[in-house]
């Protein structure tokens, strides 16, 4: 087995520290790409609440002519109708409300699970680099001591 001097030692290290460095890199920009999905999703969330709630002002309109109204059978048709309409309604948004929030859930997962990888990832190489430099220190020291000694 040959002997790896200092330098190459230290070389190595560098080396390793730049691929640990470009996975964390690589794990950050799907963290990113997937906030961007999220955040469509949060768009898609708001445009929905804003549809529901000029939904409500349709209603309440429909309400107050249905309330202006004076013939019993023209009453009730109206809010027959209304009714209908209603109900229409709640079955497409609470459709549309469960896809975003299976969508957020989805993301939120994947976010969970690049956090957990990173601080993982983190602690492992922290460990590793703390090995390697203790190595390549000791290495140092004992070449150092011999360059002396000759």
Do not use: P
């Amino acid at each position: 087995m040959r002997t790896e001097s200092s330098n190459s030692l230290a070389l190595e290290r560098s080396m390793n520290l730049q691929c640990h460095i470009m996975t964390f890199e690589e794990a950050l920009r799907h963290a990113s790409v997937n906030d961007k999905l999220d955040d469509e999703r949060r768009e898609r969330m708001f445009g929905l609440m804003k549809w529901k709630f000029d939904m409500n002002i349709h209603f309440d309109k429909r309400y107050e002519i249905i309330l202006s109204l004076e013939n019993l059978e023209e009453i009730k048709k109206e809010l027959l109708s209304l009714k209908k309409e209603i109900k229409s309604f709640n079955d497409k948004f609470e459709k549309s409300f469960e896809i975003l929030k299976r969508d957020e859930l989805y993301y939120e997962k994947i976010d969970d699970d690049v956090r957990t990888y990173l601080i993982n990832y983190a602690a492992r190489c922290r460990e590793k680099l703390r090995i390697e430099n203790s190595m390549v220190e000791e290495k140092l020291i004992r070449e150092n001591k011999e360059n002396l000694n000759k």
